[in-house]
């Protein structure tokens, strides 16, 4: 810890920066060939949360001659502190400064944390262009879901890492070492790990553009630097690196709990959805395997409450078993199971009374769109039936409150399809009613709404955002049709919805874009206080980039898409096919009822429902 | 097996990074470290679980103490020796627990604490004098309560120990009443100074160490 202490009377939470949790991982660093600091671009009790991070802390420290540590965004106050004494941006564990570290791992979660991997950059003192950068400083790389279009951001990063990182993290650092031992070239090892399947190396690739800006051509530089850039998966998750000992933060976090990743995928194939298509093929873990993993996490942390963490955990194949065997302890342990991401369709009344130790009164579910129409064609498959069963099922199990989910402006919503939210909500509330045995409290619902995105890989990755007034103009319209006073309605801000649309989808102009923000001083742009709408358009405009051109122009299906360099596993024929059911208001099955053919499977993995999986 | 559940009392220090962490968040990494531990601790029944931890007078964040003291319960005999061991193989850095044993004083018996204050100031010898004198006149505060702002003379709550100069830093050992009534924060004391001295320089430029406490003479250690 070298922050000056009285820099750390100072700020608001000073826990956030001391390091010294339990847990966290302390090693000589003269004995080690690589130093690894794991950039998180947003605050401490946001990154500790990232289960990803935690298991490549894990992955990288398992190896002794490499040390890993963590740093996160100071928050603004602290960042005063630091630009005022120039103390540059440290990692955790030793208190040393970020640009003594051989490389640095951004993990990019959000399109709205870019402006905050800019500014560590410059807090860490180092120059923000990978083009600016020499040997000596930091390789700095890229991951996590928002790689899978990098492009926006591409200019700041020497690397990325597509697809899962279990693997290649340890591929690159041991590439690292080799080239340290024989002299580093940043040049060289750059090429040498564009050869590893799943490394991006953005500077490698050139696009050209039409003369209406949109992408003419992306192709490599070099001939031995692949066209195109398969995700890497860890195959067999029952083996994947898992780690036994977590840094436990003093300070309440995000998700201040153990959080058992049960499987990855998603068998549904909701419309919208990135995560569902991009985390292709689904492979589970076994039951014995989770249970033995749930209690040595609840050995080394000490934690109260686990949850099971999947996209969907009602899907997972055996959650009854699973459930049953976890409560066999749990409760002796004084340790309460939550299940998060539960289905209306599969919340049953052995499910509920399972996590009856969860102490809220409320629960969530997301049916998305308001009208069978919509769901059908966003591909829910969840009718009002379920929902209003599954609800039913809460009000009996003594429940009050019920959250439900919404999107709004999803392609082809109407008029009609808001007024089937308000309906719904208002027959969630009759439902209530109607319950013989219900509490004895009054009901509640509350509505969120978020603005559709439309993100890359998915079938809607073509879809135009709706512009900015209409996106006003029907959350106004909702808000006005809600009379009951049992209802509640909150919707997100349209203008971060605009601007998460903008690099959700973007190219590489949008670089210039960034730095422009950079430059007037926009950082924390997912925080309310922070986000300034009308700089960014500034921003755009001096950049000479019009936000439009993303967010609310519709891609023509024969555009060369930013993103069409890497490959997912789930082809592009695929999301046209779904684009095309979707506009035919035409459900898909989920995988388990049949294969439709996405072309995940050509990854292979075990225990997943893929038919022909290779192995 | 003891007939009801046992009252254990934990003397421990609480420095380092730990020095940051409030009262609260004090509290749940002794609870996660109590889990962690598998001592035998005693749960309230009852829908949520806990184990009942009290915690002697609470430190303002930032200020390190060598002698802090929580109190819980056990439902089987565990030597205190093996309850400082165990507590300190699964306490982070920074939390150490000292002694363990049957407590037979409330704390409310607390009365008075020794504080060692550092001050980061240039010259630090030539301000001895001045700090002796300084003390020994009516020190008056402005103290900020849930009722409002009061100026008030606490030079009766406060027992100047000794004033040095150690390593550069201007160094004051001070006893303080920490009584609910009279409770002197040591940063009153930093406040009264650096007004009264015009000592320039940060005023964030000190560390706090609460060092002793003491039982209502002030003499007794308190157990």
Known sequence: MKIPERILKKVEKPARYTGGEWGQVIKDKNAVDVRFAFCFPDTYEIGMSNLGLRILYHVLNSHEDTWAER??????????????????????????????????????????????????????????????????????????????????????????MIGEGEEVIEELVELYKEHKKKGFRKQAYLRDAAKIEGVYVPAFYEPTYNGDGTLASFRPIYDDVPVKINKRIVKDLNKSPFPTKLVLPFIQIVQDKITLEVYRGCIRGCRFCQAGMVWRPVREKTTDVLCEQAKVLADATGYDEMTLSSLSISDYSCIDKLTDELLQWTDERKISLSLPSLRVDSFTKELMEK????????????????????????????????????????????????????????????????????????SVIDEFYHTPNRPKKAPGVTLSTACFIPKPFTPFQWEAQCDMDELLARQKYLDGKIKDRKIKYNYHDAKVSRIEAVFARGDRKLNAALMEAHKRGLRFDGWDEHFNYEEWLKAFEAAGVDPSFYANRAFGEDELLPWDHIDIGVTKEFFLRERHRAYAETTTKNCRETCNGCGANRLGGERSCCPGLKK | MLSGPQKIRVKFSKTGSLKFISHLDLNRTVKSAFLRSKLPIWYTKGFNPHPKTVFSVPLSVGTASLCEFMDFKITEAVPGEVICATLNSVFPDGLRAIEAYEPTSKFHDIGWADYEIRLEIANAETYVERVKSALNEPIVIEKTTKIGTRTLDVSPFVKVLSVTEENGELALRVKLCCDDANFVNPKYVIEFLTGKLGVPGERDDYSVCRTAVYREDGVTPFK
């Open chain 1, 355 to 426: 996590i009856s130790t969860v102490r809220t009164g409320s629960l969530t579910f997301a049916p998305e769109a308001g009208t069978q129409r919509l769901r059908d064609v966003i591909n829910k498959n969840v009718r009002k039936e379920d929902l209003l069963r599954a609800c039913r099922v809460a009000f009996e199990g003594g429940k009050t409150q019920v959250k439900l989910y919404f999107m709004q402006g999803l392609p082809t919503e109407t008029y009609e399809d808001l007024d089937g939210i308000k309906e719904l909500a208002e």
């Open chain 1, 71 to 160: 740093a996160y965004a100071p928050w603004v106050d602290m960042e005063a502190c630091m630009r005022e004494e120039n103390i540059p941006l440290w990692a955790h564990e030793s208190g040393d400064p970020l640009k003594e570290f051989d490389i640095l791992g951004f993990s990019v979660q959000y399109e709205l944390c870019y402006t905050n991997v800019l500014n560590m950059l410059e807090l860490a003192g180092i120059p923000l262009l990978s083009k600016d950068r020499d040997e000596s400083f930091p390789v700095i790389m890229a991951g996590g879901p928002c790689t899978y279009n990098i492009e926006p951001i591409a200019d700041y990063f020497d690397l990325c």
